[in-house]
């Protein structure tokens, strides 16, 4: 059984820090890009951040540039999001994503962490 699951979430102050995690299981972690997504209520879901999967390919949002870096550990199947600099409008739910094309496209979601940045 497929499973993503997202940690690390919370209330933080403007300026503050968070690393979210997201542990996989039930698929090969390591054949995946992995991705980071966010919606916040009223809004669209919008694409964080990426990371391909040797960990070689990196992108990101350009709202999130220079304050988020994304990273994975395919020996403990989890991808890393580590935010910095957080600010009010990156307030949403976070939600990981595994996506694989070759051989065919297979893309699996989690069930979301809230981030909340106010003061």
């Known amino acids: 059984q497929v499973q993503l699951v997202e940690s690390g979430g919370g209330l933080v102050q403007p300026g503050g820090s968070l690393r979210l995690s997201c542990a996989a299981s039930?698929?090969?972690?390591?054949?995946?890009?992995m991705s980071w997504y966010r919606q916040a209520p009223g809004k669209e879901r919008e694409l964080v951040a990426t990371?391909?999967?040797?960990?070689?390919?990196?992108n990101y949002a350009d709202s999130v540039k220079g304050r988020f870096t994304i990273s994975r550990d395919n020996a403990k199947s989890t991808v890393y999001l580590q935010m910095n600099s957080l600010k009010p409008e990156d307030t949403a739910v976070y939600h990981c994503?595994?996506?694989?094309?070759?051989?065919?496209?297979?893309?699996?979601w989690g069930q979301g962490t809230q981030v909340t940045v106010s003061s």
């Open positions: 039930g698929f090969t972690f390591s054949s995946y890009a």
């Open positions: 994503n595994a996506l694989r094309v070759v051989p065919g496209i297979e893309r699996y």
């Open positions: 990371i391909s999967s040797t960990a070689l390919i990196t």
